[in-house]
Structures are given as C-alpha cells and as structure tokens.
C-alpha cells in the first residue's frame, strides 16, 4: 500500500486539469485548445478580484467559536490581484509584477513583489523586491522600521561557491521547462481527446464583450454528482494509461536530475521511482479496488454546494482565454465524512467494525472570482522600484547563518554520462517451477527477462545489485535470457540461463 499511495498522489497531480477536460465534445476541445495555448503568451496583465462566502449548520459550541472567528475574517473579505509579466520566447529570460490588494473588515493592506529572472547563464539569477505590508512592518527588527522593501538577490545570498550546492544550472532548469510544458500539454491534449465519460461538462454560451473586443463565452459546469462521476473516470482512466503512466515516471526522473543530490543519491532515487512504477503496475487491481472503495464510500457525501462548480471563459478570436469568472461551491458535512471514513474501512476490512459518527455540523464555503487578461503578447511595461539601503534590507541579512553551503553533494554534481554499457548480470538458477529470477547487476539497474522475443518479466536492482523478478513459472524445458540496463540507458550483454529442471 506504500507504493500504491506514492503513485496515487503522482496521479493526482494532473487530474484536476484533465477532469474538467475529458470527453471529446465540440465545446470541450475549443476550452482545451485555449488552454493549451496559455504556455505560447509572452506577455500580459490581469485583474482577479476574489470573494468568500463561508457559512455553517449544526456545529457543536467550542466548534462554532472558533469557525465563527475566521467567518468573520472571510465574510466580506475582498481581494483584488494585479499582475504585469513578460518574457522571451524560450522563457529564460522574465519580469513580473504582481499587487495585491486586501480589504477585510474594514482593514486594507497591500502588497507587492517584482520578480527579475535570468536562466540563460550556468547560475539562475532571481532577484524579488517584496513592498512589505504595513501591517507587518511591526513585526521588523528595529534596524529595519522604517524601511519599505525587502529583497530577495541569489547574487547576495550566495557566494559563487556556496551557491553549487543547488546544483541546479540555469541551463539545466531551461532545459527541464522547456521539456516539461510540451509534454504534459501534449498528454493532456491526447487523453482529453481520447476520453469519454458519457457525458459533458463544457457548453457554447454565445458572446460578451470584454476590453473593447467580443469574445466567446464557454461555460464549465459540475454539479455533486458528476464532478464524481468525473473524478472515478479520469483516476480510473489515468491508472490503466501507459502513457500517464510513463510520463509520471519521466517528470519524476526528470525532477530527480535537476534536484542537487550527488550522484548515488540520484541513482538510488531513480531506482526507488522505477521500483515503485513497477510494483504500482504489479499492484493496478488492488489499487483500482481501493480506488472503486473509495468512491462507494464518499457517494452519499456532498462535497460540492448547490451551485457547484460554474465558470465563464471568454476566448478572443486568437484563441486566447482573456476572461474568467464564476463561483466554486464546498460543502464540508462532517457527520457524513465521518461515516464514509468507517464505511471504507468496512470495505477494505471485512472484520472491521464500524463506530457511529460523533462528529456533527455543516460547513459551507463559497468563492466567487472574475479574472480578465489583457495585453496579450503586447507590449507590457514593468516599474521595478529603486531600492537603496535607506528604504530596503536583504533576505540573507536575516538569514546570518554564517556556515558554509559547500558539500559533497555540490562537488560530485558535475559529471560526463556514462555510456559504458553494465557487465551482464549474474544469474542464480532457475527452475520450470520458479516464480523470481534472483540475481546480481549494477545498482538500480532495469533487468529484463525474457523467453525467447517475449517480456517475461522487469525488475530494478537495488543499491547493492541484488534483484528479483517476477515471473511465471515457464513449466517447459527453455532458454531464458536477462539483461541489466542502466539509469543511463545502457544495456548489458545477455545472460543465458536454462531451465531444464
């Protein structure tokens, strides 16, 4: 169940996004097509305002004071969000803007940050001028009162040498965006297309106007039953896809690579990741039985409101999404969260006993936002404020760690690939009964076996070398072959192994 929980949250990761976009209507694919051109903008600004509407039934009294503390917080709370970016082509190269506005009882407070960044040398460059909210000035150390900003430079924070510990370059980490958005775009786009739920989620809504321009309004809508509905599907769908399957595991190798460990500690972390993958795979008709448990269990509890899941976006005739607005519907019935918490254990557990829920009361919570999108890939102008000592202080000043970031780690990063290919495994004897083949190779190596063309089984080796695969008992006199191939990609020279016993 360790394994299965890890890949359960990889899937997870994607299936809000592709929720809301399976099925292969009309009305679905042109919301899809303007979603997937949101990595092509290059410039733009934006306004959010965003409200809360949070309610409740039935609490019990030392629940209900505390909720009605942060109801009175919420309720009438307005947030407004302005924001300014833009970047080059590849995305190496950006600035961003973002103002924040908060008005919550009558008490406003604003803040800002400026965000410059240069991925394009070896060292990524970020510098981040935050304008500290007034209401938090008086929590400052004394030598800071007064003063406006705060800044966050790699430059400052890191000598050249201490800053080798991230062992990230910035050619690195543009190398790993570059790849990534395609990618899960790309998947995205295909699994949408090649999905059928039964039913549809998106509807043409005719036009408006919007910034001097008309647009397109589609609206998305999900009420309690197929939100559901959706979310059995797309989980369902995701765990039996090969594709989802191996782009996870590729996002996960990929992150791994660019994460500062030394060398074996990324070989033992890629290992570890194909372990798992490979074991989730061994483990899918357990997994999808606890899945199909879990919905059971939660089909009588009401996770949306009344009003669901509703949202207008306006698409221009470029085929840019330049609005957004609508309302996200929670309840929070704690009685029946209760009660779906002892039926699954019940499912799951045919000796357990289920207790009667003491939980009691309703939470409701409602938001209500409209976001518009202008400037789209023209030209945008961003102010950065002039920070002196007098008005600003540095992020690292109030680090003063005063040690030193060099490691090991930061000096086994750089590294040739290997393209020596690992010795052939060795192989311990196999019978016509036998269920593993056990053995020794390079560490976290794939090993592959098979009978004849055909995959009979896959495994990793650990980080000693040992492995043991899988197989089904071959029952006839035969010639098994195994290989050993490595992170890199390197594949041994075969092993044969006869099974004549």
């Keep these: ?28 694919l042109v919301l899809l097509s303007a979603l997937s051109k949101q990595p092509e903008i290059t410039s733009s600004e934006s306004k959010t305002d965003v409200t809360f509407n949070l309610t409740s039934e039935g609490l019990k009294d030392y629940d209900k004071e505390s909720f009605e503390q942060i109801a009175a917080m919420l309720n009438g709370m307005k947030i407004e969000i302005n924001q300014k970016s833009k970047s080059n082509a590849e995305k190496t190269v950006s600035q ?52 406006d900003y705060m800044v966050l430079d790699t430059d400052s924070m890191f000598s050249s040498k201490d800053a080798a510990v991230f062992n990230t370059s910035g050619k690195q980490l543009m190398q790993y965006s570059t790849k990534l958005t395609p990618k899960v775009m790309n998947f995205i786009k295909d699994f949408a297309r090649n999905s059928n739920p039964g ?15 008309t647009v397109s309004v589609y609206n998305l809508k999900l009420d309690d039953t197929t939100f559901k509905k959706l979310l059995s599907y797309t989980v369902t769908s995701l765990a039996q896809n090969e ?34 993958f490979e074991k989730f795979k061994a483990e899918l008709p357990e997994f999808l039985k606890t899945w199909d448990n879990i919905m059971a269990s939660v089909k009588d509890v009401k996770i949306l ?87 600003s202080f540095n992020f690292s000043d109030m680090l003063n760690t005063g040690r030193s970031y060099s490691s090991v780690a930061s000096q086994e990063y750089s590294y040739e690939p290997d393209t020596v290919a690992p010795d052939a495994p060795v192989v311990n004897k196999v019978l016509k009964t036998s269920k593993t083949v056990t053995g020794k190779s390079e560490a976290f190596s794939t090993i592959t076996v098979k009978k004849g063309e055909t995959v009979i089984g896959e495994g990793i080796s650990d980080e000693k070398g040992n492995f ?28 044969t192994v006869k099974v004549d016993k």
């Design 96 to 147: 961003a803007q973002a103002d924040l506005s908060v008005d919550m009882s009558g008490i406003s407070t604003k803040a800002s940050v400026w965000v410059d960044t240069d991925l394009t040398g070896d060292v990524p460059k970020v510098k981040e001028i935050f304008k500290v909210p007034s209401l938090l000035t008086m929590f400052m150390s004394s030598e800071n009162q007064g003063k």
């Design 199 to 213: 039913f549809s989620i998106v509807t043409g809504k005719g036009s408006k106007t919007v910034d001097n321009q």
């Design 243 to 276: 594709n989802a399957l191996n782009l996870f595991r590729d996002l996960s190798m990929d992150t791994v690579d660019i994460s500062g460990l030394s060398y074996m500690e990324r070989m033992k972390a890629k290992g570890e990741i194909n372990r798992s």
């Design 305 to 391: 409101g009344d009003k669901g899941i509703d949202i207008d976006f306006g698409i221009n005739s470029q085929g840019y999404i330049v609005s957004e607005s609508g309302t996200c519907d929670f309840v929070i019935n704690l009685k029946e969260i209760s009660a779906a918490y002892e039926n699954f254990n019940a499912l799951e557990d045919p000796d357990y006993i289920k207790e009667e829920s003491k939980e009691e009361g309703i939470i409701k919570l409602g938001i209500t936002f409209n976001t518009v999108n202008t400037k789209i890939n023209k030209d945008v102008v961003i102010d950065f404020p002039a920070v002196t000592p007098e008005n």
């Design 1 to 28: 169940m360790k394994t299965i929980s890890k890949i359960f949250c990889l899937i997870l990761v994607l299936t809000l996004s592709l929720t809301i976009l399976a099925g292969c209507a009309t009305d679905e």
């Design 468 to 495: 043991t695969v899988d197989i089904t008992p071959v029952k006839t006199n035969c010639t098994l072959t195994v290989t050993a191939t490595d992170v890199f990609g390197n594949e041994s020279k075969a092993t």
